[in-house]
């Protein structure tokens, strides 16, 4: 019990002394050592005349900023507003050998030397360990970009003991480089990009600064939570910051406002990757950084302008809009030249067509606004394989033309307007009709085409017109039916042609209703077309605007020939006939007028009822009253003369011989088949009598 007693009073004692023994008073001077600088240093205050170090711990507790201050303020810094207490100052600026200074001074920061602030409880510890010396910098902290691809990029370095030297990437992000930027006076990008792995190239010297993790408005770096001293480090882990907008180029487009988008990184040019995440919002951004602001760009994938060169830089970017440069969206890093290269190949390359507008052209058509679409792309026109297309496809294409789609309008398959060459740029065009351009639809782009035919180009024609005539007829209302195909007029064949199809042939020859009595038949042989069979099995429901948008077989099937071309009557007028050969005026041989000459009918079939027709053809009264003859009753029409028609099939109501769908141009008749009528058989009994 003693023994503890006097233990303890001698403890307390020699801690009095201690006490007693020191004063504030006694510190004169101040300085910093080992920083290679008079603002940056291991602080060393002069006391008793001896410099003594300062004891900090290592999470600056002990000694904070705001004591830095008071420090530099002694130092000649006045007030400084970067003071700062480096944690791990040993490593950074070597330990002291003297006394160590161990108190909490606790300054407000406006004393002007270290002895104003609280002066209680000192001690000073006679070589103790100067693990935790304290060291300051009182200095703003110089910093520099090295070898960026422009004067505001590149690798990180700060100034530190007389040497330039890069700081570590470990977490280091976009808020850093923000941070990093404005301290470098690069206020107006708005664009910082944080870049990790030495991508601007490694420096040398020593690497002190790591971990950093700026706010982002922070004016100094010794203003940023990091850890400054000796780390694991090294300078592959160099930290880049980009500050400037990316330069970006368009390559290979057809304009100067599209083209495979590359960009300069690490000294070179290189691409984007188009993976899937590649949108609209990324086009949108890199248009902003060209400078166009189009609400039309589209973009595509698949190296659809080339392949580009170099690195792909770029890998699953996404952008969502707002950034004015590619750096400053989400993407996986960007990769530099000689850096372990992407899993993205340059056959992803994307490219942008920022005004949004493809070059397009129609060719081979029947108007100006019809024809084979074409599409400029590589340099040359190339075409649209005619997958999917439909009528929302057409909508825009007519839309590009400057045409707005009509009911009218209609779209051709299968290389109607004849085969392009060149590349088929797209395929399986899904359009929702409302775009401005085939950029922004859905479609299978070049080159994933390539397998694609150009039997399958596809062609349009937005007004709808088919230029028709009508020959060996009025070319109004009745005549052999052409359109201009390939330049050139060619006829349609008959096969399956019904009244239907005769309805839209007569309605784009301006006549919309057709009578009843209109009608239609093959062509007489002699008056068959030249050129070529354009089309047969019409197919048409009786609506359409033109046989454009008639099902139709373009070209036609494959038995037809020129005794099938169509021959029409729209309105339905009765065929020239006269009867020849007779006694008096109403009888004799019956001829009809007919593809321009004159002809005779075959008896097959004739009965009374056909007699009748004949006879209200001509005019007489009462028709109902004729006498049909057969076998050539009037003679035999000459050998010139062609036989036009056998198996009338009238009924006897009816107003024209079309009306009775006859057998046009029938073989296996002779003239000694002609037919003959008799309109007047009371007549015949008055003269007689
Ligand atoms: C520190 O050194 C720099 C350059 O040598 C000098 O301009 C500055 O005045 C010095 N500052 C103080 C407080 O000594
Ligand atoms: C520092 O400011 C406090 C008030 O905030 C004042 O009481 C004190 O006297 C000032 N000290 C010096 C050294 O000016
Ligand atoms: C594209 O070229 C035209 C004329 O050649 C020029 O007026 C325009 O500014 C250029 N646009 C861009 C984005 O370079
Ligand atoms: C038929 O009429 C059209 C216009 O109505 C005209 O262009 C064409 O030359 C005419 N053809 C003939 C053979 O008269
Ligand atoms: C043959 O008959 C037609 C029609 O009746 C007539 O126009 C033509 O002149 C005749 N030709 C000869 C050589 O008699």
Known sequence: ??????????????????????????????????????????????????????????????????????????????????????????????????????HRFQCKGNETNLRQCDTSSWSVSPSTSHTYDVGISCEPTQLRLADGDTPQSGRVEVFFKGQWSSICDSGFDNEDARAICNMLGYHDTGIAKAFTGSHFGQGAGDMILSSVNCKGTETDIKMCAATWGKNNCNHRKDAGVNCDSTPIRLVNGPTNSSGRVEILHGGQWGTICGDSNFDKYDVTVICKMLGIYSPNAFGHRNAFYGEGNGNVIVSSLNCDGSESDIASCQSYAWSVPGSSSSSCSHSNDVGVNCDGVTGIRLMDGTSEQSGRVEIFHNGHWGTISDNYFDNHDLTVICRMMG????????FMKGGHYGNGIGEIVATRLQCNGAESDIGQCSATWWPQTKTESHTNDVGVNCDGVIPIKLLEGDNKTTGRVEILHNGKYGTICSRSFNRLDLTVVCRMMGIENIPQDAYWYPAATYAQGLGEIVVSDLNCNGIEHSVGQCRGTWPAY????????????????????????????????????????????????????????????????????????????????????????????CNGLETNLGQCTPSWNPTGCGHNEDIGVDCCPGCQDIIIG
């Open 403 to 410: 045409y707005e789609y009509s009911s009218k309008s209609f």
């Open 1 to 102: 019990m003693y023994l503890f007693q006097r233990t303890l009073i001698v403890c307390v004692c020699a801690w009095i002394v201690r006490q007693g023994t020191l004063g504030a008073g006694q510190i004169s001077r101040a300085r910093l050592v080992g920083g290679n600088s008079n603002g940056t240093g291991r602080l060393e205050l002069e006391y008793n005349g001896e410099w003594v170090t300062i004891y900090g711990s290592y999470s600056s507790s002990y000694f904070k900023n705001i004591d830095a201050k008071v420090a530099c303020r002694m130092l000649g810094f006045g007030n400084s507003g970067v003071a700062f207490v480096y944690t791990n100052a040993p490593d950074l600026f070597g330990e002291g050998t003297g006394s160590v200074l161990n």
């Open 558 to 649: 494959s038995s037809c020939d020129h005794s099938m071309d169509v021959f029409v009557s729209c309105n339905g007028a009765p065929e020239k006939l006269r009867l020849v050969n007779g006694k008096n005026s109403y009888t004799g041989r019956v001829e009809i007028f007919h593809a321009g000459q004159w002809g005779t009918i075959c008896d097959d079939s004739f009965d009374r009822a056909d007699a009748v027709v004949i006879c209200r053809i001509l005019k007489f009264k009462n028709p109902e009253r004729a006498v049909a003859y057969s076998q050539a009753h009037f003679g035999q029409g000459n050998q010139t003369t062609h036989i036009v028609a056998s198996h009338l099939h």
